[in-house]
């Protein structure tokens, strides 16, 4: 009987007994929820297709191995991509809410550093109310929260920040002073409105196509789409792991 073997640290690999079709990725995302591809890696086993290996890295780490040959592709934030071949996976984004008792209709991707690392910000410096600003967030080791530090790096974030479990849990403390820091959804809560952010406004279209500046589009770079890359495509779009991918809480960018 075939077994599988699936070992779970900073290298998690999924093999099949007897196969040495071998397929080696590294996920580069800086921690995006990417379990749908282990997922499709298993399948691939049981059907005894390939094993399948994949690390976690760094972009300037795992690039230089893609281009010695040392993998085979890597995941990774298409900022990063410069003008290598790849496929778009998904798409993941931060938004800011606010009430609509609130006369704020955007602000710039630099005035949103500046409300996150303030000690205390204020409405007064961005439009003409003056309230201190009520910043409200996801705790910043979660999925939704650390699209922070995926868009603005590795910047002290102020401890006064509000963090909560659950949107529905900030969302009760949205009044015209708050602002709501968390994942793009195309139907946020009532009451509610997304600001823009240098313009744009955040659709399912804008963060897409990744013209919504807070906007994270993860890509497969790779320098050869190899047989087994094709395969390990074809299984992420079926119907089956496109619902995983958006139960994450990620957008599908896999055609179809």
């Known amino acids: 009987m075939k077994k599988i073997l ?9 093999s099949l007994t007897g196969s040495d079709n071998f397929l080696s990725l590294i996920d580069a995302t800086g921690g995006a929820p990417t379990g749908f591809m282990m997922q499709a890696a298993i399948q691939l086993s049981l059907a005894g297709e390939m094993n399948l290996s994949m690390s976690r890295s760094v972009p300037s ?4 191995r893609l281009e010695r040959g040392e993998v085979d ?8 991509v410069r003008d290598l071949p790849h496929i778009p996976i998904a798409a993941d984004a931060l938004a800011l809410y606010v009430s609509t008792a609130n006369p704020a ?16 910000p204020n409405w ?23 699209l922070i530090r995926r868009n603005f790096g590795d910047v ?13 849990g900030g969302f009760a403390f949205v009044n015209t002073a708050s602002i709501f820091f968390t ?3 195309p139907q946020p809560p009532v009451e509610v409105k997304a600001l823009t952010i240098d313009g744009v406004v955040p659709t399912i279209a804008t963060v897409s196509d990744g013209t919504y500046p807070l906007a994270i589009r993860y890509v497969l770079v790779y320098k050869t789409l190899t047989p087994k890359l094709q395969a390990l495509l074809f299984v992420l779009k079926q119907n089956q792991f496109r619902r995983i991918i958006n139960d994450t809480g990620l957008m599908v960018l896999l055609e179809e």
């Open 6 to 14: 699936v070992i779970i640290t900073a290298l998690v690999t999924v």
């Open 61 to 64: 780490e795992a690039l230089p």
């Open 73 to 80: 592709a890597v995941l990774i934030d298409s900022r990063f």
């Open 105 to 120: 209709t955007g602000l710039s991707k630099r005035q949103v550093l500046e409300i996150l690392t303030a000690p205390r």
């Open 124 to 146: 007064k410096d961005y439009i003409h109310i003056d309230f201190d600003i009520q910043r409200i967030t996801h705790p910043l080791d979660s999925n939704a929260g650390s």
């Open 156 to 168: 002290e974030i102020s401890p006064e920040i509000f963090k909560v479990d659950s949107v529905s």
């Open 183 to 185: 994942r793009f959804s």
